[in-house]
T-cell receptor
Framework: GAVVSQHPSRVICKSGTSVKIECRSL??????MFWYRQFPKQSLMLMAT?????????EQGVEKDKFLINHASLTLSTLTVTSAHPEDSSFYIC??????????????FGPGTRLTVT | AQTVTQSQPEMSVQEAETVTLSCTYD???????LFWYKQPPSRQMILVIR??????QNATENRFSVNFQKAAKSFSLKISDSQLGDTAMYFC???????????FGQGTRLTINP
């Protein structure tokens, strides 16, 4: 089956610094990747849609200058949390659709990254 | 905007029993997809089952089946012969045709007891 990886799995950073999270599709190409945020014991909330070769589309209420998304290749999307604050601490999950797959195709999820800002 | 509601925050059943998780959604669209995802303690999201709205037949995957009531905008998940490994958070999700964006419900924490 299709595999999506995320790196790092856990990261602790100091308030005010930036941290980058990588999402890779290991055995397929993905023109579209998605970034979600999940607070403890809550659901997944879509933050943005990452499109290869173009700007990401952010959901309402998500600060695009704070959560920078770059989809540089068909297998890699990165989320950079800039000037992180303790309220940015959360579980970040990415997912990807195989390129050329139908819209209804299964999204493959990464294992998530736990970010803690101290 | 579409919304997905799961009214059961937690459920608990004995191993081998059957359990049904509820999900309702709100949309003005006629063509869409519905999903049930499982998130075990590892937090890896796993697709359990998918239903296309244009199909009247309820989807089935081994011990997992759905009861899709389009007019009522209801999409429940039935787990038969429940197993300890079924213990997880279960999320109902909606996707518009062509949109690719998933809208998740609040989740139901299911515990299977030995």
């Amino acid at each position: 089956g299709a595999v999506v990886s995320q790196h790092p799995s856990r990261v602790i950073c100091k308030s005010g610094t930036s941290v980058k999270i990588e999402c890779r599709s290991l055995d397929f190409q993905a023109t579209t990747m998605f970034w979600y945020r999940q607070f403890p014991k809550q659901s997944l909330m879509l933050m943005a849609t990452s499109n290869e070769g173009s700007k990401a589309t952010y959901e309402q209420g998500v600060e695009k200058d704070k959560f920078l998304i770059n989809h540089a290749s068909l297998t890699l999307s990165t989320l950079t949390v800039t000037s992180a604050h303790p309220e940015d601490s959360s579980f970040y999950i990415c997912s990807a659709n195989p390129a050329g797959a139908p819209t209804s195709a299964e999204q493959y999820f990464g294992p998530g990254t736990r970010l803690t800002v101290t | 905007a579409q919304t997905v509601t799961q009214s059961q925050p937690e459920m608990s059943v004995q191993e081998a029993e059957t359990v049904t998780l509820s999900c309702t959604y709100d949309t003005s669209e006629s063509n869409y997809y519905l999903f049930w995802y499982k998130q075990p303690p590892s937090r890896q999201m796993i697709l359990v089952i998918r239903q296309e709205a244009y199909k009247q037949q309820n989807a089935t995957e081994n011990r997992f089946s759905v009861n899709f009531q389009k007019a009522a905008k209801s999409f429940s998940l039935k787990i038969s012969d429940s197993q300890l490994g079924d213990t997880a958070m279960y999320f109902c999700a909606f996707m518009n045709l062509g949109a690719q964006k998933l809208v998740f419900g609040q989740g139901t924490r299911l515990t299977i007891n030995p």
